[in-house]
């Protein structure tokens, strides 16, 4: 269902949990808009209170980004490091007002993302850690320099599941792999699976998933 109008374009679906509820906060991939990952929420557990936002950028002809892709003459791609900090800056404001505006238990907060939405969530939770309990990351990875890491940050509290497909041909694996490594040098508790899978989720991936969260 659609709601009141915060910072962010979103879809919810409500928890049935009486009192602040936990959240999963969905963050879609580039190209893709709030309608693609919020078609998991009637599988995910019922306690959590389900929101998807749009991101802030539109596409042309269709869909939306966290931050520009670009090409440079030798066709290596490279990410809009300044558009992604401001979307990381997005996310965290959109996250306080979700908060106040649909009863929210601000200590219970999982970020649910995809591809370009995974490495926006990872940024978000490596520079705001107290904000975020848990991330499910899918097909994505992490991207230091869209963090913002304070030498004081504790990320003890810190879950993460990571997954990837082994013929991912949008993002090779090989940068998914290092997730894990970068994780443990932070102290971060995690999970990293990969499946024979392109770029996407297959029902052996999201089982996983459910499995997941429903220990955290």
């Given at each position: 269902m659609t709601t009141k109008p915060l910072s962010l374009n979103h879809l919810i679906r409500p928890s049935e949990y009486e009192g602040?509820?936990?959240?999963?906060?969905?963050?879609?991939?580039?190209?893709?808009?709030?309608?693609?990952?919020?078609?998991?929420?009637?599988?995910?557990?019922?306690?959590?209170?389900?929101?998807?936002?749009?991101?802030?950028?539109?596409?042309?002809?269709?869909?939306?980004?966290?931050?520009a892709i670009n090409f440079d003459a030798n066709s290596n791609?490279?990410?809009?490091?300044?558009?992604?900090?401001e979307s990381r800056e997005k996310v965290k404001i959109f996250l306080k007002e979700a908060i106040e505006s649909y009863n929210i238990n601000s200590e219970d907060v999982t970020l649910f993302g995809f591809s370009q939405g995974t490495i926006l969530s990872f940024a978000t939770a490596l520079t705001y850690p107290r904000m975020i309990k848990n991330i499910v990351g899918l097909s994505g990875y992490i991207d230091l320099n869209m963090a913002e890491i304070q030498k004081e940050s504790n990320f003890d509290h810190l879950n993460v599941y990571n997954s990837h497909g082994t013929v991912d041909q949008v993002i090779p694996v090989d940068w998914a792999r290092k997730t894990p490594k970068l994780l443990k040098?932070?102290?971060?508790?995690?999970?990293?699976?990969?499946?024979?899978?392109?770029?996407?989720?297959?029902?052996?991936?999201?089982?996983?998933?459910?499995?997941?969260?429903?220990?955290?």
């Open positions: 602040k509820a936990p959240l999963i906060l969905m963050l879609h991939g580039y190209g893709s808009d709030e309608n693609d990952l919020f078609s998991f929420a009637d599988y995910l557990p019922k306690k959590y209170t389900v929101i998807s936002v749009r991101a802030p950028y539109r596409l042309k002809p269709m869909g939306n980004a966290w931050y791609k490279f990410s809009d490091t300044k558009q992604a900090k040098e932070f102290d971060i508790n995690n999970l990293y699976e990969e499946f024979p899978i392109g770029h996407g989720v297959s029902q052996d991936n999201f089982q996983s998933v459910l499995k997941w969260l429903n220990k955290h």
